[in-house]
């Protein structure tokens, strides 16, 4: 069974950095692309980054130059690396697994994938 946990959120001050991890157990199969997501309350889930098996690599708008994503070479661990963070970055964010290409609706696992239980990232002014 797969099994992804997120580390590395926390509190920040506008213009902080935070490095998020995602560790992959019991992979036994590709399941890139995998990628970064994130969700605030009541808003809609956000495809923030993802990388497939070629390590290419997509961001969303808000992300390019200041968030960089990238895989150890054993594909076990993914990160996520945010710079420059501002108060709109606050959300809980969640790796995943064969991510979807498109992000929506209120609840990011409820999209097919595997899915981590997320982290929390909050950016104050």
């Known amino acids: 069974e797969v099994h992804l946990v997120e580390s590395g959120g926390g509190s920040v001050q506008a213009g902080g950095s935070l490095n998020l991890t995602c560790t992959a157990s019991?992979?036994?199969?590709?399941?890139?692309?995998m990628g970064w997501f994130r969700q605030a309350p009541g808003s809609e889930c956000e495809l923030v980054s993802t990388?497939?098996?070629?390590?290419?690599?997509d961001y969303a708008d808000f992300a390019k130059g200041r968030f960089t994503i990238s895989q150890d070479n054993g594909k076990t661990r993914l990160y996520l690396q945010m710079n420059s963070l501002r108060p709109e970055d606050t959300a809980t964010y969640y790796c995943?697994?064969?991510?979807?290409?498109?992000?929506?609706?209120?609840?990011?696992?409820?999209?097919?994938?595997?899915w981590g239980q997320g982290t929390q990232v909050t950016v104050s002014s």
């Open positions: 990388i497939n098996e070629d390590g290419f690599t």
């Open positions: 019991g992979v036994t199969f590709d399941i890139s692309p």
């Open positions: 995943a697994g064969d991510a979807p290409r498109l992000a929506y609706g209120k609840n990011c696992r409820l999209l097919r994938a595997y």
